[in-house]
T-cell receptor, first 118, second 112 residues
Framework: AQKITQTQPGMFVQEKEAVTLDCTYD???????LFWYKQPSSGEMIFLIY??????QNATEGRYSLNFQKARKSANLVISASQLGDSAMYFC???????????????FGAGTILRVKS | NAGVTQTPKFQVLKTGQSMTLQCAQD?????MYWYRQDPGMGLRLIYY???????DKGEVPNGYNVSRLNKREFSLRLESAAPSQTSVYFC???????????FGSGTRLTVV
């Protein structure tokens, strides 16, 4: 069974500083994908970044990077140079690769609320 | 704009009433999903449809039914709403699970 753990219910960060949001996962499947989504107060789910289990390098997308430590089963999101607009809920999610008929379901953690202070 | 469209955006139901949440995608995706979001619990999968003509239970299917009407549309039905079904519901779709998932804007449902 899959499991995603986000141990930080809430975080504060000063504007322009970097922040790390923690995510650990549990799977016995060697092939999986890890996702981070942002959910602002308006409610939509915004895809941020993806890391495949066989990817050799950590994923990066602009100010977002994923610190992937496979042996420790962690996939922390790093946001550099925080902005006020980064204040939101952040979800870590995982999908185990499977034949399409199994639906490739995405499993989510409980989320971390990030507040950026000016 | 291409994407996932959910209707309605807001709904208030009385206990025991029924309703159907509609979801449609225009990206020719094979797989579609219904999630519910509750505080402190993230998003939990209710039902999914791996491809047109198939549906399967997710983590929290009790009290819900689904229909994959065609490749574009995947509806979620509450036959007899209960206060425990007060939640935000998200529909999502994916081509094959490999290149990400697109979410609808959500339906905020309150059962009184």
């Amino acid at each position: 069974a899959q499991k995603i753990t986000q141990t930080q219910p809430g975080m504060f960060v000063q504007e322009k500083e970097a922040v790390t949001l923690d995510c650990t996962y549990d799977t016995s499947d060697p092939s999986y994908g890890l996702f981070w989504y942002k959910q602002p107060s308006s409610g939509e789910m915004i895809f941020l970044i993806y890391q495949g289990s066989y990817d050799q390098q950590n994923a990066t997308e602009g100010r977002y990077s994923l610190n992937f430590q496979k042996a420790r089963k962690s996939a922390n999101l790093v946001i550099s140079a925080s902005q006020l607009g980064d204040s939101a809920m952040y979800f870590c999610a995982m999908r185990e690769y499977a034949p399409m008929e199994y639906g490739n379901k995405l499993v989510f953690g409980a989320g971390t609320i990030l507040r950026v202070k000016s | 704009n291409a994407g996932v469209t959910q209707t309605p955006k807001f709904q208030v139901l009385k206990t025991g009433q029924s309703m159907t949440l509609q979801c449609a995608q225009d990206m020719n995706h094979n797989s579609m999903y219904w999630y519910r979001q509750d505080p402190g619990m993230g998003l939990r999968l209710i039902y999914y449809s791996a491809s047109e003509g198939t549906t399967d239970k997710g983590e929290v299917p009790n009290g819900y039914n689904v229909s994959r009407l065609n490749k574009r549309e995947f509806s979620l039905r509450l036959e007899s709403a209960a206060p425990s079904q007060t939640s935000v519901y998200f529909c999502a779709s994916s081509k094959d699970g490999q290149y990400g998932y697109t979410f609808g804007s959500g339906t905020r449902l309150t059962v009184v």
